[in-house]
């Protein structure tokens, strides 16, 4: 399957009165080669591992495979994880068509709030709240994977 998302900055935290869920996840990363990530993540109650390839050029898609396992098998893969777990709270947000996925991230990622939408094409339009800030779609940076060896507190 081709994921095509769009990933802004989040300038408010206005998004959170509109969100219509909210959920814990942690994450790790079995590998995190920019050619393909290997992610174990838990969200609630149950476990995922998740692989995904090489982002395309403009960063807008890149392959994703993912499958459902049990929460006590992902919290047993966490363990053989490289460092750091990611930890964050995503809020869902639905703007007209679309449903925003906001991230607040904790503990060394504290302070960075981002935002994605997936798209059905590269080109799709889609209305952009007010609490959107800068886009950094294809900024790998920005990515969970490089988050979690490079974390937000070490950027300052």
């Known amino acids: 399957m081709i994921e095509i998302e769009r990933k802004f900055l989040v300038k408010s935290d206005v998004f959170k009165t509109d969100a219509f869920k909210k959920t814990r996840i942690i994450q790790g990363f079995l590998n995190s080669d920019k050619q393909r990530t290997v992610r174990v993540r838990i969200k609630e109650e149950t476990g995922f591992l998740t692989i995904k390839g090489l982002s395309s050029k403009n960063g807008l898609s890149r392959f994703e495979w993912e499958k459902e396992i049990t929460k006590q098998d992902a919290e047993v893969l966490l ?3 490289e460092p ?4 964050k709270t995503r809020y869902e947000v ?4 679309h449903t925003f996925e906001v991230d607040e991230f904790f503990g060394d990622n504290q302070g960075l709030v981002i935002a994605e939408v997936e798209l059905e094409s590269e080109n799709e339009a889609f209305e952009k ?5 800068e886009e950094v779609t294809g900024n790998i940076k920005y990515y969970n994977s490089q988050l979690s060896k490079t974390p937000y507190k070490s950027w300052k």
Not at 94 to 97: C, E, L, S, Y
Not at 129 to 133: A, F, I
């Open 79 to 81: 363990n053989l994880c």
């Open 84 to 87: 750091t777990i990611i930890d």
């Open 94 to 97: 639905t703007v007209k068509n």
């Open 129 to 133: 709240p007010n609490w959107l800030g």
